[in-house]
């Protein structure tokens, strides 16, 4: 029997989704019979020219998906909230049932407890008003007696805890203030004698410092004494020169002016022989 | 189909998928990013128009995003996806045909002359000297126009969004040799189509 494809076959060959052996038919098909072969390449044209058609470019918008509006019931807000206070009065309920949890209320009085009902036993002998009253004064004078003692006893280790605080203190203090002595009188010595060193020093100095000013104070004072002297008997003198040369012109002059009157004398005297 | 990144990228989103299929709102965003031209092509090829083309893409990712738990198997995603888109198509195709019940209803009818390709019929009587790449581009998409909806969308499928014959079958819920029928008489058809217009691959060619 002639193969003969299918169109089916002849897509598939066109498409090139053909087994191998299948591809061989049809191609040796088609070597053979060329109308089907013309009618082939008349497709295969078509698809060349299909290529033609271009690719539109389109950007895909900033898709923000939205969260999913549709809210499952059970994951609801409230639901939620519902369910939290059920699961935990439930869990209250667990445990009140575990732990034989009893709450009696009979008249004004509300019993909350666990185990059995023990009320008839509680109920048994009724208390009276004095029998409380010496209860209660029973407990205070215990309770009294209990704080005192046990105020006594705590006054005592207070007093024993600052007498032995205060004596390691003290011995503390005596420790510190021994050390702290004989560092002093070391310390003082150390610091006197360097005192005594340095007034010694110091005093060396200045005594030496100051006999060499005195000498050369004194020489200075020397100098100018001898000076002075010289000065003034250089004055003296200079006084006594004028004082004689005064004198001299002193005596000149009266020689002078006995001399005249000594010729006005002659003269008158010799005038008067005249006219005589 | 694999030329690009995004073609890669999209051949080994199993993962991603499975992700997105748990309800990780970045992983749907990723696959948004990843079918939003393959979608937005197929619909325009479909149609032939910008506005439903962004129309049906939109409300398949939305679709996808809603129904994403029923997807079944994370290895048909592709088929689901294009099933979702066939179905927005077919439903807008439906919309469109209600919408232009009077003189303009008679578009598809193959021997009279159709209000919208009044341009295209003059380009037809000299083609060689008025197609530019682009034009000849929104002329082979109009031959597209003149096949019937279930032969257009296994064409366009087929030859440009590259799906096999098996995955188109599953998208369009018909058997493999449906498919195959539809792409045979398809292209037999476009053929026709191109030579009542005079398109050839020679003048083509020689244009490019």
């Not at chain 1, 009320?119 to 309770?143: G, Y």
């Not at chain 2, 295209?120 to 096949?147: G, K, V, Y």
Request: hydrophobic share 35%.
């Amino acid at each position: 029997m002639k193969y003969k494809p299918t169109e089916s076959d002849l897509i598939s060959y066109l498409y090139g989704e053909l087994s191998q052996s299948e591809m061989e038919k049809v191609e040796k098909y088609l070597l053979e019979n060329p109308d089907a072969k013309n009618a082939f390449m008349k497709q295969a044209d078509v698809r060349k020219i299909l290529q033609e058609v271009e690719e539109k470019e389109v950007i895909a918008p900033p898709i923000l998906l939205e969260r999913n509006s549709q809210v499952v019931f059970w994951k609801t807000t409230s639901f939620k909230t519902v369910l939290s206070i059920a699961a935990s009065f439930m869990l209250l309920v667990v445990f009140a049932r575990l732990m034989d949890l009893r709450i009696l209320s009979s008249g004004n009085e509300l019993r909350i407890g666990f185990g059995d009902n023990q009320t008839e036993s509680v109920l048994v002998s009724p208390v009276t008003k004095t029998e409380v009253q010496q209860l209660i004064d029973a407990s205070l004078v215990k309770n009294n007696g209990q704080l005192t003692s046990q105020w006594s006893n705590d006054r005592d280790a207070l007093n024993k805890s600052i007498q032995s605080n205060l004596d390691q203190n003290s011995k503390k203090i005596d420790g510190l203030i021994l050390n702290t002595s004989t560092a002093s009188q070391t310390e003082i010595q150390k610091f006197v004698s360097g005192m005594q060193d340095q007034n010694l020093k110091l005093m060396k100095d200045y005594l030496q410092l100051s006999a060499e000013d005195q000498k050369s104070y004194i020489e200075t004072l020397l100098v100018d004494f001898s000076k002075y002297l010289q000065e003034q008997r250089n004055q003296d003198l200079m006084y006594l020169q004028t004082r004689l040369n005064s004198i001299e012109n002193n005596t000149d002059l009266f020689k002078q002016e006995t001399e005249q009157i000594l010729s006005s004398i002659i003269t008158n005297v010799s005038s008067s022989e005249r006219v005589n | 189909m694999a030329g690009t990144l995004l073609d890669i990228a999209m051949m080994h989103s199993d993962g991603l998928i499975a992700r997105a299929r748990e309800g990780n709102s970045v992983a749907q965003n990723k696959i948004i990013q990843l079918w939003y031209k393959r979608i937005y092509n197929f619909s325009y090829k479909f149609f032939f128009d910008h506005d439903l083309a962004m129309e049906v893409t939109q409300r398949t990712f939305i679709s996808m995003h809603k129904n994403f738990q029923q997807l079944q198997d994370v290895g048909r995603f592709k088929s689901w996806l294009y099933t979702i888109a066939v179905n927005y198509c077919r439903e807008e195709l439906r919309k469109k045909r209600k919408d232009r019940l009077s003189p303009l209803s008679e578009l598809t009818t193959g021997t009279e002359e159709s209000h919208g390709w009044e341009k295209s019929e003059r380009r037809e009587e000299n083609p060689e000297h008025q197609m530019q790449q682009a034009e000849l581009s929104d002329l082979l998409q109009q031959c597209l126009l003149e096949l019937s909806p279930e032969q257009r969308e296994v064409v366009i499928m087929k030859e440009y969004e590259g799906l096999k014959f098996r995955e188109i079958a599953e998208a369009l819920n018909v058997s493999e040799n449906t498919v195959k029928s539809r792409m045979y008489y398809g292209l037999n058809g476009l053929k026709k189509i191109f030579d009542k217009r005079n398109i050839t691959k020679e003048n083509i060619g020689y244009e490019i």
